[in-house]
């Protein structure tokens, strides 16, 4: 089965930095555009960015743009988002998707068949 994995979360200081990773599995990678969203408990969960199935293109949100990069390897499966800058309000559980349904990027996260469990990244002041 389809499996989205993941990694990198943890505790870091306001200005720090996190690459946080995403492995898939029991798909074919390279035929999914990919997306990271993050949320925090009793809010709704919140794009932050996404890449084409090539990596070729990319697009982010607002709250993040300039502070985050978001890559691809398609050789390992593995999708990252590189967080830098980080701040208290960044605070939040990250999680990946994964989109076969579209050539572009998307910000919906209706548009995603397939979810990680989730990573949590905390921002301490």
């Known amino acids: 089965q389809v499996q989205l994995v993941e990694s990198g979360g943890g505790l870091v200081q306001a200005g720090g930095s996190l690459r946080l990773s995403c492995a898939a599995s029991?798909?074919?990678?390279?035929?999914?555009?990919m997306g990271w969203f993050r949320q925090v408990p009793g809010k709704e969960r919140e794009f932050l960015g996404a890449?084409?199935?090539?990596?070729?293109?990319?697009l982010y949100a607002d709250s993040v743009k300039g502070r985050a990069t978001i890559s691809r390897d398609n050789a390992k499966n593995t999708v990252y988002l590189q967080m830098n800058s980080l701040k208290p309000e960044d605070t939040a559980d990250y999680y990946c998707?994964?989109?076969?349904?579209?050539?572009?990027?998307?910000?919906?996260?209706?548009?995603?068949?397939?979810w990680g469990q989730g990573t949590q990244v905390t921002v301490s002041s």
């Open positions: 998707a994964a989109d076969n349904t579209n050539l572009y990027c998307s910000g919906s996260p209706n548009e995603y068949a397939y």
């Open positions: 029991g798909l074919t990678f390279s035929s999914y555009a």
């Open positions: 890449i084409i199935r090539s990596g070729s293109s990319t």
